[in-house]
């Protein structure tokens, strides 16, 4: 068996690993390269390896960086099954058709006003295409055995968001194991991911591999203060967020401190349609995380649901103190930057990172103090002020990953490559472990092959 490294490497984006047995060719995740426009390149470049032809997928989770590149490969001829948890295959079929709807919408405003460098921009996929390729996906639960050709595979539950897992293939005497992105241990909403099996070999994502997320005070505490310095400047609170696992985490979070009297009540606008259908699947699975579905039920009431554009343009006529949750997290595309255009040159408003910022983003640029960002081929003063919560993060940092190890049934000498950081993160977290473990770890390069 050998394992070639086709994305998330030196990079959390584009997370692709290509399983090679005597008979058999596995994906295990089929991710979107984020961020850096050298990164985003490569998902125009011909696919590596020939992965249209490859005999399955499986998926360790939902998020684009992880399943967004299916629709290329649908594009490109492939026609086999794609095998993801229940919950997994319900967000992909948001997640994915919103991701091509976006494309299309971009690619379209940049032809319309001449902002790009092809008389024709087209977008990677579309809406249609997206929707098409999830005729693809078949559901499995946590624990069910299933098989690709000769290799046997296992999900078991990684924590982070709903159906994350850790995929586990055995195939030619060998067992190995992709973590996927691992939750954290004390997490508000998700359960902590299950410790490993014995594995010949790990792959393990190392976003928070040189970080540990600030445990002095909580998460709750750090939004309240946030809400309440921008609320007594009369400000707006603008939070960029991930439709999947934080949208809903801050709906929840945000609904729980004004009953509790730590916030001033204020409207609360989810400005995402994504997110709004995300937020009912949770509820439809609340059994995979901690929040009952009469708790959900609660905290979404209380929130303003934005579906249509109209609804949308109409919340910059809200006067007063108010918060609005939109896409996307990194502030790469979505509603949040027509925001963005009516409140960044505000001093009263308040912008609020809640999760990890990769490398090139525009939420990664302002948290290190751009003067301006550029918005739809325009650059916009940043006047606003610009803050991140680390404690909703939904990564385990350095040593949460390093505790899940201890808790896992890995033998001494266990081979570990990491994977899904970047580059300053995985060389700290490679020092850690070798320091700390007596596991045998080292860094995946891109493209490179493992050979078990």
């Given at each position: 068996m050998k394992i070639i490294f086709l994305g998330g490497t030196e990079t959390v984006t584009g997370s692709k690993y290509l399983v090679e047995t005597e008979n058999?060719?596995?994906?295990?995740?089929?991710?979107?390269?984020?961020?850096?426009?050298?990164?985003?390149?490569?998902?125009?470049?011909?696919?590596?390896?020939?992965?249209?032809?490859?005999?399955?997928?499986?998926?360790t989770h939902a998020h684009l960086d992880h399943s967004g590149f299916i629709p290329v490969l649908y594009k490109e001829g492939y026609r086999g099954p794609i095998f993801a948890q229940e919950a997994t295959t319900a967000l992909c079929d948001i997640l994915l058709a919103d991701s091509g709807r976006i494309q299309e919408e971009d690619a379209k405003?940049?032809?319309?006003?001449?902002?790009?460098?092809?008389?024709?921009?087209?977008?990677?996929?579309?809406?249609?295409?997206?929707?098409?390729?999830?005729?693809?996906?078949?559901?499995?639960?946590?624990?069910?055995?299933?098989?690709?050709?000769?290799?046997?595979?296992?999900?078991?539950?990684?924590?982070?968001?709903?159906?994350?897992?850790?995929?586990?293939?055995?195939?030619?005497?060998?067992?190995?194991?992709?973590s996927g992105d691992v939750g954290r241990p004390q997490d508000v909403m998700?359960?902590?991911?299950?410790?490993?099996?014995e594995v010949d070999l790990l792959l393990l994502e190392s976003t928070y591999g040189d970080r540990q997320h600030d445990k002095t005070e909580s998460a709750e505490k750090q939004l309240a203060d946030v809400v309440n310095e921008c609320s007594s400047s009369g400000g707006v609170l603008l939070i960029p967020a991930f439709?999947?696992?934080?949208?809903?985490?801050?709906?929840?979070l945000l609904v729980k401190l004004m009953d509790q009297g730590d916030i001033p009540r204020q409207p609360i606008f989810l400005d995402s349609p994504m997110a709004i259908n995300v937020s009912q699947i949770y509820r439809r699975h609340h059994q995979l995380h901690k929040l009952s579905d009469s708790v959900c039920q609660h905290s979404f009431d209380k929130v303003i649901y934005t579906r249509?554009?109209?609804?949308?343009?109409?919340?910059?006529?809200?006067?007063?103190?108010?918060?609005v949750?939109?896409?996307?997290?990194?502030?790469?595309?979505?509603?949040?930057?027509?925001?963005?255009?009516?409140?960044?040159?505000?001093?009263?408003?308040?912008?609020?990172?809640?999760?990890?910022?990769?490398?090139?983003?525009?939420?990664?640029?302002?948290?290190?103090?751009?003067?301006?960002?550029?918005?739809?081929g325009q650059?916009?003063?940043?006047?606003?002020?610009?803050?991140?919560?680390?404690?909703l993060s939904a990564h385990a940092d350095y040593s949460e990953l390093?505790?899940?190890?201890?808790?896992?049934?890995?033998?001494?000498?266990?081979?570990?490559?990491?994977?899904?950081?970047?580059?300053?993160?995985?060389?700290?977290?490679?020092?850690?472990?070798?320091?700390?473990?007596?596991?045998?770890?080292?860094?995946?390069?891109?493209?490179?092959?493992?050979?078990?």
């Amino acid at each position: 068996m050998k394992i070639i490294f086709l994305g998330g490497t030196e990079t959390v984006t584009g997370s692709k690993y290509l399983v090679e047995t005597e008979n058999t060719r596995l994906l295990v995740d089929c991710g979107l390269f984020q961020g850096y426009k050298w990164l985003r390149k490569r998902n125009w470049q011909p696919l590596p390896m020939g992965i249209n032809e490859v005999d399955g997928v499986v998926l360790t989770h939902a998020h684009l960086d992880h399943s967004g590149f299916i629709p290329v490969l649908y594009k490109e001829g492939y026609r086999g099954p794609i095998f993801a948890q229940e919950a997994t295959t319900a967000l992909c079929d948001i997640l994915l058709a919103d991701s091509g709807r976006i494309q299309e919408e971009d690619a379209k405003f940049l032809g319309k006003h001449g902002l790009s460098k092809h008389k024709t921009p087209q977008p990677l996929y579309d809406e249609a295409m997206a929707l098409a390729s999830m005729k693809l996906f078949q559901s499995v639960s946590f624990g069910q055995s299933f098989a690709v050709g000769d290799i046997n595979i296992t999900l078991q539950p990684a924590g982070h968001i709903l159906g994350a897992s850790s995929v586990i293939i055995e195939a030619e005497g060998k067992r190995v194991a992709f973590s996927g992105d691992v939750g954290r241990p004390q997490d508000v909403m998700m359960y902590p991911a299950a410790p490993l099996p014995e594995v010949d070999l790990l792959l393990l994502e190392s976003t928070y591999g040189d970080r540990q997320h600030d445990k002095t005070e909580s998460a709750e505490k750090q939004l309240a203060d946030v809400v309440n310095e921008c609320s007594s400047s009369g400000g707006v609170l603008l939070i960029p967020a991930f439709s999947v696992g934080r949208a809903q985490l801050l709906q929840y979070l945000l609904v729980k401190l004004m009953d509790q009297g730590d916030i001033p009540r204020q409207p609360i606008f989810l400005d995402s349609p994504m997110a709004i259908n995300v937020s009912q699947i949770y509820r439809r699975h609340h059994q995979l995380h901690k929040l009952s579905d009469s708790v959900c039920q609660h905290s979404f009431d209380k929130v303003i649901y934005t579906r249509s554009v109209d609804e949308s343009k109409a919340i910059a006529s809200q006067s007063g103190p108010h918060i609005v949750i939109a896409g996307s997290g990194m502030a790469t595309g979505g509603r949040i930057l027509h925001h963005f255009k009516r409140w960044l040159t505000d001093h009263r408003c308040t912008v609020l990172f809640s999760g990890h910022q990769a490398g090139g983003t525009r939420g990664a640029k302002m948290l290190q103090g751009v003067e301006s960002i550029k918005l739809h081929g325009q650059w916009l003063p940043v006047k606003a002020r610009v803050r991140q919560l680390d404690g909703l993060s939904a990564h385990a940092d350095y040593s949460e990953l390093s505790d899940w190890l201890k808790q896992s049934d890995l033998r001494a000498g266990t081979p570990i490559q990491l994977i899904h950081g970047e580059p300053d993160a995985m060389e700290s977290f490679r020092d850690h472990l070798n320091q700390t473990t007596n596991f045998d770890v080292d860094i995946a390069d891109y493209q490179g092959v493992y050979h078990l």
